[in-house]
């Protein structure tokens, strides 16, 4: 049977106070209560000498405060990689005090509502509402009127209702553009991977590559489509190069898509960055594992997760779309332009 936890009268008790002086000072109200340094330290002694816990149940019915947050999410928990924004999110919740409760949906409706259900019945005072992909979204009808965030998903119009954290392609897409052109390279610059209007990092990370291109009078030189997976993308570039598609660069919209186009290159005796310079986006594990040392624009999970959570908790401010910088992660796929 376990030990009985000490209560608040006991601890008064054991201090010499009023069991209100000791609530006061567990509160950290001692100075506008005025209450004595003396009587605050023996509180605070009493306290850790009885391994003294508050009762949150009881506080939160009396304060109809509960210091819990509800992140709701897709598929965003059971992925290794994307899972680290649920780390940022709950190192953020630590450092303001609070709980994290986590529910995943997989894309059901019914068990998305009954999660909400469960997390209202438990009075969670705020929820994170997550999106594995970054993609629009309509917001269960069950989150109108309460604190509500979104991680990775977008509701939409002009003026958000809530505030919209996601990772800056637009920006990505620049930096992949410019990131080449520091290098040196002017031509032969060519796009892997398929950019359909309704995949938004797709979408986003195209215009990003072509502002920034444009901007130096450099445009694509082409673009090979293919689905966002290493099969699909190491059969289209082998393809191309059989046909004699001879690039200089590669613009890979995703990491699988890199690992596929290296296969490909390195079959047919193209060596990276030698012959053909690779950038990539998301900068997964995969980056760092592949020979040469994949140069990726990382997807910034843990700081989404950090700033879903501090947008929900901090300071009350309009609600705005948030987008967190793509930092360019440096490596060796990336040279001079190979002259021909």
């Known amino acids: 049977m376990p030990p009985q936890r000490a209560t608040l009268l006991q601890v008064a008790q054991r201090a010499g106070v009023s069991r209100s002086t000791a609530s006061f000072v567990l509160a950290g109200r001692h100075l506008d209560m005025r209450i004595s340094e003396d009587a605050r330290q023996r509180v605070l002694r009493a306290a850790q000498e009885l391994d003294y816990r508050p009762n949150l149940m009881a506080r939160s019915l009396r304060t109809k405060v509960t210091r819990t947050i509800a992140l709701v999410s897709d598929t965003l928990a ?127 990370r195209l215009a990003g590559i072509r502002e920034g291109l444009t901007a130096a009078g450099v445009r694509l030189a082409g673009a090979i489509d293919c689905d966002w997976w290493p099969d699909s993308a190491y059969e289209a570039v082998r393809r191309a190069l059989a046909d004699g598609f001879a690039p200089r660069a590669l613009i890979c919209l995703n990491d699988r898509i890199a690992f596929g186009a290296y ?59 948030l987008r967190v910088p793509m930092p360019v992660r440096r490596r060796a796929s990336v040279g001079k332009p190979a002259v021909r």
Request: some cysteine; glycine content about 10%.
């Open 263 to 321: 296969q490909a290159l390195r079959e047919t005796g193209r060596v990276i960055p030698d012959d053909v310079s690779v950038i990539s986006f998301d900068d997964s594990d995969l980056a760092a594992w592949l020979r040469p040392q994949l140069t990726s624009i990382s997807l910034p999970h843990y700081q989404l997760g950090w700033q879903a959570v501090g947008k929900l908790l901090g300071p009350a401010s309009d609600p705005a779309v």
């Open 78 to 204: 059971s992925d290794p990689y994307a899972g680290k924004a649920i780390h940022g999110a709950l190192a953020a919740a630590v450092a303001h005090g609070h709980l994290l409760f986590i529910g995943e949906t997989e894309g059901d409706p019914v068990v998305e509502e009954k999660l909400i259900s469960d997390f209202l019945d438990r009075q969670v005072d705020a929820f994170i509402y997550a999106s594995m992909f970054t993609r629009p979204v309509r917001l269960p009808k069950l989150l109108k009127g309460h604190a509500v965030v979104l991680l990775n998903c977008l509701t939409g119009g002009a003026r958000p209702a809530h505030h919209q954290i996601i990772p800056d392609e637009l920006t990505a897409g620049w930096s992949a553009a410019a990131t080449l052109l520091e290098a040196g390279h002017r031509d032969g610059i060519h796009l892997v991977g398929k950019t359909g209007e309704n995949v938004f990092a797709g979408r986003e």
